[in-house]
């Protein structure tokens, strides 16, 4: 299965600033997955990105506040923008991949605190 | 109603037992199922994989699938204190994943 790797591991934030986090693949991948995990919650999709189009975002989430980019097929970032102590959370970057369909790798993830 | 709902417990059973871990779905379209196994502070893991209605068996875990009930089950036999962690219950449809909030498994030594 892939490897990824996500910067930064973890983070402490001013409200109102923006962060972007990096998920690097070691294999060329069609899709990439950003998830957040909010403390002691499970895992919620923000946004899938395809190289090459722009990014589909679940409901509730928009692109204003979750810009991404996805300029190759090997690199994704998310942006987390506007902060607040509501977007205190884990987010993971996934790929799939692996012995069948619809089966996920995800990175260590990135925790972000917003004062 | 949630789209994955699982028993966020905790479960707590002894060393060597076998842990019964269980999910619900409400997509019936769904294709593929899944668990993951997520230890404090670290990212999800998979577990097993399930495609097809019945049981599939990798060492000590079991997985079972019941489409018709949209209901899946986890069964770790000879339960370890290394198995102690927050499993997390996921299903497949187009391009889409989607988890249950997590069943926090506790083994006592």
């Known amino acids: 299965s892939a490897v990824i790797s996500q910067k930064p591991s973890r983070d402490i934030c001013q409200r109102g600033t923006s962060l972007t986090i990096q998920c690097q693949v070691d294999s060329q991948v069609t899709m990439m997955f950003w998830y957040r995990q909010q403390p002691g919650q499970s895992l919620t999709l923000i946004a899938t990105a395809n190289q090459g189009s722009e990014a589909t975002y679940e409901s509730g989430f928009v692109i204003d506040k979750f810009p991404i980019s996805r300029p190759n097929l090997t690199f994704s970032t998310l942006t987390v923008s506007n902060m607040s102590p509501e977007d205190s959370s884990i987010y993971l970057c996934?790929?799939?991949?692996?012995?069948?369909?619809?089966?996920?790798?995800f990175g260590a993830g990135s925790r972000l605190t917003v004062l | 109603q949630k789209e994955v709902e699982q028993n966020s417990g905790p479960l707590s059973v002894p060393e060597g037992a076998i842990a019964s871990l269980n999910c619900t779905y409400s997509?019936?379209?769904?294709?593929?199922f899944f668990w993951y196994r997520q230890y404090s502070g670290k990212s999800p893991e998979l577990i097993m994989s399930i495609y097809s209605n019945g049981d599939k068996e990798d060492g000590r875990f079991t997985a079972q699938l019941n489409k018709a009930s949209q209901y899946v089950s986890l069964l770790i036999r000879d339960s370890q204190p290394s198995d102690s962690a927050t499993y997390l219950c996921a299903v497949g449809g187009y391009q889409k994943v989607t988890f249950g909030t997590g069943t926090k498994l506790q083994v006592i030594p």
């Open positions: 996934s790929v799939e991949g692996g012995t069948g369909a619809n089966v996920l790798t």
């Open positions: 997509d019936r379209g769904s294709q593929s």
